[in-house]
Structures are given as structure tokens and as C-alpha cells.
């Protein structure tokens, strides 16, 4: 079965700190991994994939398949990082996405 | 529109009661998909349409839940007999394709509470 855990579900930094946001994920196939982000009032968006490889808003995301892990990344925290961010994953084919309990990251100033 | 359209925002029923949920996709977009949110859980999957058929409705908890698209665009989430328990966001999706490197756009959800 697929799974994907965040083990936390509230990270507090200050502004400046780095962030790192845990995913870990159970499948049985090939997965693809995604980061989702949810700001205040807003609807659920696409933050980064990591087929894409690319750094979203300062963020990255590397998969460890050996780990297992998903862990999303920023260097320095800003304020506006403060949101629900959930990571999931679909498997090979036309799977739907499943999705973590998600992390709320707040950034202090 | 510019975005997935979901209607109504918030629909407050009293148990029993049946329910019909909207969503508008973006246009031309081929999957739609519904999520439930409960709180303090992520979206899980109920159902999703590739066109007019349910490709996978295994996500729907038991025979009160049903969905339709019936012209491959507007999907319809009705819920029979409404229970507490189904008191979550509901949220729909649309890619425009099922290739899973296609993003997923998401509606801002309805939320449903049954009193």
C-alpha cells in the first residue's frame, strides 16, 4: 500500500533559519513525489515535483529512494513561508495522488 | 474561469439529509478528481473521472457516496443519508490529462457540516 508520513505536524522556525520539512513514503512501484502547499485562504497549489528538479520560491526537494524520503528544503525561511505544506505521491500509471497529514510551517519574525 | 470552481463554499445540513456538491474544472481539462478533508488530515482520494467514466471510485467510503460528470466536464458529488461523520472539505481537482507528471489544480473546496 502507499503511504506518506510527516511526522511533524507543526515546525516553528525564525525568519532566516533554515527549514527542512520531513517526508517519508511507502510504495510499491515507481513513485512520483510532489509538495503541495496551502497558504492562508487559499487552495491547495503545486509547490515543486521532483522529476522537475527545480527550486520553487527557494525551496528544493530531493528524493532519497534509499531512505525513502522526500525532505523539503530552504536555506532561509521568510514570512511568507508560513502555510500547511502536505508531500504525496502517485504511483506508476494513472494513480491519484496520496497525500500526508501535512506540516504547518510558521516562520517568526 | 480561471480556476476549478466548486460550489457551494459552505453547506451546513442536518443529518439524514442528501447533499449535491459542485465542481466547474478548468476548461478542456480531461481528469477531475474528489478529495475529502477531514480535519487535521490531509486530502484523501474518493473518485476520479477520465471524461464522462469513474476511472477509480475506490476511494468512496460506502454506497451513500456517488458521483457523476455525465458531459465529461461538471462533476456532481451527492451524498446520501448524511451522517456526522462526513462533516470534512471537499475538494475537487483537475489535470488535463491523467499522466501523473500533469499538475493537479484543486478548487478552494466546499465545506460540508452536518449538524
Known amino acids: 500500500a502507499q503511504r506518506v508520513t510527516q511526522p511533524e505536524k507543526l515546525l516553528s522556525v525564525f525568519k532566516g533559519a533554515p527549514v527542512e520539512l520531513k517526508c517519508n513514503y511507502s510504495y510499491s512501484g515507481s513513485p512520483e513525489l510532489f509538495w503541495y502547499v496551502q497558504y492562508s485562504r487559499q487552495r491547495l497549489q503545486l509547490l515543486l515535483r521532483?522529476?522537475s528538479r527545480e527550486s520553487i520560491k527557494g525551496f528544493t526537494a530531493d528524493l532519497n529512494k534509499g531512505e525513502t524520503s522526500f525532505h523539503l528544503k530552504k536555506p532561509f525561511a521568510q514570512e511568507e513561508d508560513s502555510a500547511m505544506y502536505y508531500c504525496?505521491?502517485?504511483?506508476?500509471?494513472?494513480?491519484?495522488?496520496?497525500f500526508g497529514k501535512g506540516t504547518r510551517l510558521s516562520v517568526i519574525a | 474561469g480561471a480556476g476549478v470552481s466548486q460550489t457551494p463554499s459552505n453547506k451546513v445540513t442536518e443529518k439524514g439529509k442528501y447533499v449535491e456538491l459542485r465542481c466547474d474544472p478548468i476548461s478542456g481539462h480531461t481528469a477531475l478528481y474528489w478529495y475529502r478533508q477531514s480535519l487535521g488530515q490531509g486530502p484523501e482520494f474518493l473518485i476520479y473521472f477520465q471524461g464522462t467514466g469513474a476511472a477509480d471510485d475506490s476511494g468512496l467510503p460506502n454506497d451513500r457516496f456517488f458521483a457523476v460528470r455525465p458531459e465529461g466536464s461538471v462533476s456532481t458529488l451527492k451524498i446520501q443519508r448524511t451522517e456526522r461523520g462526513d462533516s470534512a472539505v471537499y475538494l475537487c481537482a483537475s489535470s488535463l490529462t491523467l499522466d501523473r507528471n500533469t499538475e493537479a489544480f484543486f478548487g478552494q473546496g466546499t465545506r460540508l457540516t452536518v449538524v
Open positions: 504525496a505521491l502517485t504511483n506508476s500509471g494513472n494513480t491519484p495522488l496520496v
Open positions: 521532483h522529476i
